[in-house]
Every structure is written in structure tokens, then in C-alpha cells.
């Protein structure tokens, strides 16, 4: 008897699963769409209609430069392993990205549409790391995890996405010395008279503290970027920067700053 019921259970079972997974899929192409990104899918569905990442553009024109992976760029500094293909060698959206995966596995957890399951900064490291002797890695840890630390005051108040994936390595998790877990607070830099709150609202702290000094959001630099009107790791850092310490713009004559903070 028992024997009888678990083939009925399994089929049950698979159904929730195959019905949950195209669910809430912003991807769900009917054969009809086809035709807006392929120029003949049949014949050719590699051939697109414009490069694929102007074609992510069309809908996702919140993508910014600024805290997002470049794209149409060849990758000189990482060795992309084969299941993230490039683009006529060049990164793309489609490099790290399928559209046609699921948006959320079996436990309901989204997957981005990424290629490969998505377990923090590790997927970066899919590229990031090939080629490189990570026993070296050592001789930054004194930089990034002995004098720096992010220090929570408002448990309540989350951090964006960007603070948490920076503040994981760079925040002290592996120094002595952490005291992290989530939501606002302050960061503090390898000199402890240099700090920074961190997930606070711009125009709250504009108004409530007046010893700061802070300009009016309007009349900011916009190479500096806000979350929600909250400054993140993200405002004064972006990683891939080309300038000092990856600064969003040079600091020389505490510009970065002063852009900010009135004299």
C-alpha cells in the first residue's frame, strides 16, 4: 500500500515544483517574443538583432555603470571559464547571465538568471581568482581586516547590497576586532579618526546634524551615488575605478570629500 502512494506523492511533488518555477518569471517568453531580440530565432537564434546587452538595456534602464559589471569590454585582468561565455570575446550581460533560466529555484530562492548558483562574492571569484596565487592574498589581509572595521548602531535600518558585499571582506570578519551583522552604522578606516557612517539617510543627517555641513543632494557630484537617498560603500567606492583606493573621483585636495561636506 505504502508502495502505491509514493508515486502519486513524487508526481505531486514534481508538479509543485515545475509550477512554482515559472511563476513570478519576468522572463516567461511566449514564441510570439521571440522576434524582439532574435532576428530569426529558427533559422539562426544565436544572431540577435542588436548586441545583447543594448538588448537588456531596453528593459532594465536602471543599469548603471557606476554598480554594475562593465560590459562590452574584453577581460584582461580575470580568466572566464568556459560555462560564462563571452561575446565576440567581450563581457556581457548573457556572460554571467542566461534569460532563459528560471528566475527561482526549488526552494523559492532567486537566481538572478545567473549561470551559476549565486553564493555571495564567491561567484565573482569564478573569474576574479583563475590565475592568481591566492596564498598572496595574505599580504593585504594586514589591510583589510587589521585596522578597518564596521561597527552596527541601528540594527533596524538595512544596509543596500553593495555595503554588505563590501563590508564582508572589508569590514573585519576575519580580524579581531569586527563587530559586524547588519544595518546602519559606522565605518571606520585603517586611521580610527577616519570615519564614516554608513546606511544613514543623506537629507535626515543634512538636517539633524548640523556639525557636518552637508550640502543639499542637488548640488552633489553625481559620480557619487546614493541607495535610496542612504550613503553606502558605494557612494565614495566603486570598484572598478580606475582611480586611488577605487574612489568614484580623485580625492586631492579632499575633493571627494567637499563635495559632500561644505568648509
Not at 129 to 146: E, F, N
Not at 153 to 182: M, R, W, Y
Amino acid at each position: 500500500m505504502k508502495k502505491r502512494l509514493i508515486v502519486p506523492l513524487l508526481l505531486v511533488m514534481a508538479s509543485i515544483i515545475i509550477v512554482y518555477a515559472v511563476l513570478d518569471n519576468p522572463h516567461d517568453f511566449s514564441m510570439e517574443d521571440c522576434q524582439l531580440c532574435h532576428l530569426n530565432y529558427e533559422q539562426d537564434p544565436k544572431r540577435l538583432a542588436m548586441p545583447v546587452s543594448d538588448l537588456c538595456k531596453r528593459c532594465h534602464e536602471q543599469i548603471n555603470a557606476k554598480s554594475s559589471h562593465p560590459v562590452n569590454i574584453y577581460p584582461s585582468k580575470a580568466a572566464v571559464p568556459p560555462d560564462l561565455p563571452l561575446r565576440n570575446g567581450m563581457i556581457a550581460c548573457s556572460t554571467c547571465h542566461d534569460i532563459h533560466k528560471e528566475n527561482s529555484n526549488v526552494f523559492g530562492e532567486k537566481t538572478f538568471f545567473l549561470r551559476r548558483p549565486y553564493t555571495g562574492r564567491s561567484f565573482c571569484l569564478s573569474c576574479h581568482t583563475q590565475g592568481i596565487d591566492l596564498t598572496k592574498h595574505s599580504d593585504t589581509i594586514d589591510t583589510a581586516h587589521m585596522g578597518s572595521r564596521f561597527k552596527v548602531t541601528d540594527q533596524s535600518e538595512p544596509l543596500d547590497s553593495i555595503s554588505k558585499e563590501c563590508i564582508s571582506c572589508h569590514g573585519g570578519v576575519l580580524g579581531k576586532n569586527a563587530v559586524f551583522g547588519l544595518g546602519s552604522g559606522v565605518w571606520t578606516h585603517d586611521d580610527p579618526t577616519h570615519s564614516h557612517p554608513i546606511g544613514v539617510d543623506y537629507e535626515e543627517s543634512r538636517t539633524e546634524r548640523k556639525d557636518a555641513k552637508l550640502k543639499p543632494m542637488s548640488m552633489i557630484d553625481k559620480r557619487i551615488i546614493f541607495f535610496d537617498g542612504k550613503i553606502g560603500c558605494g557612494s565614495c567606492h566603486n570598484v572598478y575605478s580606475e582611480s586611488q583606493m577605487s574612489l568614484v573621483m580623485s580625492n586631492k585636495g579632499s575633493s571627494l570629500c567637499l563635495a559632500c561636506h561644505e568648509l
